[in-house]
Nanobody, 116 residues
Framework: QVQLVESGGGLVQPGGSLRLSCAASGFTFSRYAMNWYRQPPGKERDLVAVISRAGGSTSYADSVKGRFTISRDNAKNTVYLQMNSLKPEDTAMYYC?????????WGKGTLVTVSS
């Protein structure tokens, strides 16, 4: 079955960096675009970044442009989110997402807390 497992979250000071990873299994990873979403406490889940199947095309929410970078390694079935210049408003649960034939699959998320 499809599994998405996020890792790499934690507590970081403002201005710091983290790299999130999402290990995928149960489907042909290289055939699908992959997404990162985030959900701040008490708020809705929003799209953060998207990467195409081969990784040649990416897009970002305006709030993270220039600070976050999405990438993937199809040999390792893994998608990454490099987060730099983190701000307190980046505090959220971060989720990996794959939309396969119209069905959304989610990991359990990894918590990122940006605080001094």
């Amino acid at each position: 079955q499809v599994q998405l497992v996020e890792s790499g979250g934690g507590l970081v000071q403002p201005g710091g960096s983290l790299r999130l990873s999402c290990a995928a299994s149960g489907f042909t990873f290289s055939r699908y675009a992959m997404n990162w979403y985030r959900q701040p406490p008490g708020k809705e889940r929003d799209l953060v970044a998207v990467i195409s199947r081969a990784g040649g095309s990416t897009s970002y929410a305006d709030s993270v442009k220039g600070r976050f970078t999405i990438s993937r390694d199809n040999a390792k079935n893994t998608v990454y989110l490099q987060m730099n210049s983190l701000k307190p408003e980046d505090t959220a649960m971060y989720y990996c997402n794959a939309r396969l034939l119209g069905t959304d699959y989610w990991g359990k998320g990894t918590l990122v807390t940006v605080s001094s």
